[in-house]
């Protein structure tokens, strides 16, 4: 039976950090991050290039030592990992970086002797789907070979958390297809949690449970991802004159000007924003629901003012 330090452990959230701060010279990579991330599902950190994802990771791993805060990872602190918790957690980056003078089979007996909870169905299952030999070299895999294999290893350590930094960065549509659905299958078959980190929102939108959203090292958003496009909308209107500047107007993230159309990307508003569309002098709007994929590019980029070219 586990003691009661143990089962408080398990109670902990899989990342948890409070105040956490990370310079690098001039620049504040994680500014006073606050965050939790329960057990279970796939939670998916995005945010734009200088967010602090991956000094966020740098951090929970224990590869850089913070200026101030604390992480935790499956409740040790991070800078403390000791080689058991070590064990519990699975990583896989953009690279892929495996060793290149190595069999593929070579290599999974090397990792089925460091890993006691190894499960080989889970490896071989997921290996499979990239029809990857065992007596192949990894310096002849291809990318999406490679991170296939470099999955199947991670999954196959029975990892309590998996971490995945863009781990389908330039692998073609077979391939990335093959990593998705070995990824969900495991988020099935397992309790384990999944923090995925990509650029790809269709990625996002197929696999995330909970969507976390960085921005300059800060926490802006966590919902489910269900939860944050209902709250995205676009209002498209027809200002028969000028177009009066409609930046100023409460929760607009984003204003495009397409075939004498005015579309508004706006966050958080009901519909009384039709209403203030019209007092500005709006002949005709109306609204619809917008995807996962432009509502998080429309609040990443808010503030930017486009205009998109007419039609032809």
Not at 115 to 134: G, K, T
Not at 180 to 201: F, K, W
Request: proline share 5%; glycine share 8%; net charge neutral.
């Amino acid at each position: 039976m586990p003691t009661k330090k143990a089962r408080l452990t398990m109670d902990s959230p899989a990342i948890q950090t409070e105040g956490l701060c990370l310079q690098y010279k001039r620049k504040l990579a994680l500014d006073h991050l606050t965050l939790a991330i329960p057990r279970g599902g796939i939670h998916a950190i995005i945010g734009a290039n200088g967010a602090g994802k991956s000094s966020l990771f740098r951090v929970l791993l224990g590869f850089e030592t913070p200026g101030a805060g604390s992480a935790h990872l499956l409740g040790c602190a991070s800078g403390k990992l000791t080689p058991d918790v070590r064990g519990r957690v699975g990583f896989v980056n953009e690279e892929h970086t495996l060793p290149g003078w190595m069999r593929v089979g070579e290599l999974a007996a090397m990792q089925r002797r460091q890993y006691v909870r190894w499960d080989e169905n889970r490896y071989q299952d997921a290996v499979h789907n990239f029809n990857v030999h065992p007596d192949q070299k990894i310096a002849q895999l291809s990318r999406g070979e490679r991170a296939g294999v470099n999955l199947a290893l991670a999954l196959a350590q029975g990892p309590e958390l998996l971490i995945l930094d863009e781990p389908t960065l330039g692998l073609d549509v077979v391939a990335k297809r093959a990593f998705l659905e070995a990824l969900m299958q495991t988020s099935y078959d397992s309790d384990a949690t999944v923090i995925y980190c990509s650029h790809q929102m269709e990625e996002i939108e197929r696999v995330a449970d909970q969507l976390v959203i960085l921005e300059r090292g800060q926490l802006r958003h966590q919902s489910e991802p269900a939860e944050f496009c209902a709250r995205a909308q676009l209002w498209i209107a027809e200002f028969p004159f000028k177009t009066p500047d409609t930046r100023l107007l409460p929760g607009v993230l984003e204003v495009r000007r397409i075939d004498e159309l005015t579309h508004l990307m706006v966050f958080d508003q009901d519909e009384g924003f039709g209403s203030r569309l019209q007092l500005l002098g709006a002949r005709s709007v109306h609204s619809m629901p917008v995807s996962l994929d432009r509502a998080i590019n429309g609040y990443l980029a808010r503030g930017h003012i486009s205009t998109a070219p007419r039609a032809a």
